[in-house]
C-alpha cells in the first residue's frame, strides 16, 4: 500500500540554524500539508499546497517557515532561523484529487531545537 | 470556523469491555469528520471517515462511530477491547466536504488505557 514518508525521523539543530525537513507524498496526490504536534498538545495545520502554491497558512506559519515541492516527489518545509519553541513532530500529509478524500499522514519528523 | 472537543482526556477500559470515546464538533459546513489513532511512537493512522453519507460509520479494527447532527457528536466505539487498542485517539473535523484543499481542525486527543 502506498504511503508517505518523511526524512529524517529525528533532527536536533541549534537555535538560529536553518532546517529543512523533508516528505514523499504519495505519488498520485496533488494536495500536499503540514502539521505540527508540540509534546503534549494537539496537532496544528500549518500549511497547505497545491499547483505549486500555497492554499492556506495558519499564524503559526510566519516568515520563517517555507514550503516547496522542487520536483515531482518530494515536498519540503523550511525553518530559517530555528526557535526552542520550534520543537515539535512535524507531519507531512497528502490527499488524492479524484479521491478517496482523506490525508495520509507521515511517520513524522521530531524537530529538537537546543 | 471549525472546532472540535474531546470530552475525555483519558479513559480507562478493562480488555474485552467496550470502548466509547467521546467527541463534539462545531462547523459552519456540513462536515468531514474523522478519527485518527496515533500509537507510541508512531505517525496518524486513520480508523474512519463521514463524509455525508452513512451516518454509522464502520472502521478498522472494528472500531465504528455515529454522526449524530441534532447533538453535534461523533462518538467512537468498539464493542469489546484488545490490548492493541491502547493508543491515544483524534477526533478530527474538516469544514468543507471532500473538495479542496481543506484543512483538519484535531481535537486534543483522548488517551486510551487497557487494562489487562
Known amino acids: 500500500e502506498p504511503e508517505v514518508t518523511q526524512t529524517p525521523s529525528h533532527q536536533v539543530t541549534q537555535m538560529g540554524q536553518e532546517v529543512i525537513l523533508r516528505c514523499v507524498p504519495i505519488?498520485?496526490?496533488?494536495?500536499f500539508y503540514w502539521y505540527r504536534q508540540i509534546l503534549g498538545q494537539k496537532v496544528e495545520f500549518l500549511v497547505s499546497f497545491y499547483n505549486n502554491e500555497i492554499s492556506e497558512k495558519s499564524e503559526i506559519f510566519d516568515d520563517q517557515f517555507s514550503v516547496e515541492r522542487p520536483d515531482g516527489s518530494n515536498f519540503t518545509l523550511k525553518i530559517r532561523s530555528t526557535k526552542l519553541e520550534d520543537s515539535a513532530m512535524y507531519f507531512c500529509?497528502?490527499?488524492?484529487?479524484?479521491?478517496?478524500?482523506?490525508?495520509?499522514f507521515g511517520p513524522g519528523t521530531r524537530l529538537t531545537v537546543t | 470556523a471549525q472546532s472540535v472537543t474531546q470530552l475525555d482526556s483519558h479513559v480507562s477500559v478493562s480488555e474485552g469491555t467496550p470502548v466509547l470515546l467521546r467527541c463534539n464538533y462545531s462547523?459552519?459546513?456540513?462536515?468531514?469528520l474523522f478519527w485518527y489513532v496515533q500509537h507510541p511512537n508512531k505517525g496518524l493512522q486513520l480508523l474512519l471517515k463521514y463524509t455525508s453519507a452513512a451516518t454509522l460509520v464502520k472502521g478498522i479494527n472494528g472500531f465504528e462511530a455515529e454522526f449524530k447532527k441534532s447533538e453535534t457528536s461523533f462518538h467512537l466505539t468498539k464493542p469489546s477491547a484488545h490490548m492493541s487498542d491502547a493508543a491515544e485517539y483524534f477526533c478530527?473535523?474538516?469544514?468543507?466536504?471532500?473538495?479542496?484543499?481543506?484543512?483538519?481542525?484535531f481535537g486534543t486527543g483522548t488517551r486510551l488505557t487497557i487494562i489487562p
Open positions: 505519488s498520485n496526490h496533488l494536495y
Open positions: 478530527v473535523v474538516s469544514g468543507t466536504p471532500n473538495f479542496g484543499n481543506e484543512k483538519l481542525t
Open positions: 500529509a497528502s490527499k488524492s484529487l479524484d479521491g478517496p478524500y482523506e490525508q495520509y
Open positions: 462547523s459552519s459546513y456540513s462536515p468531514s
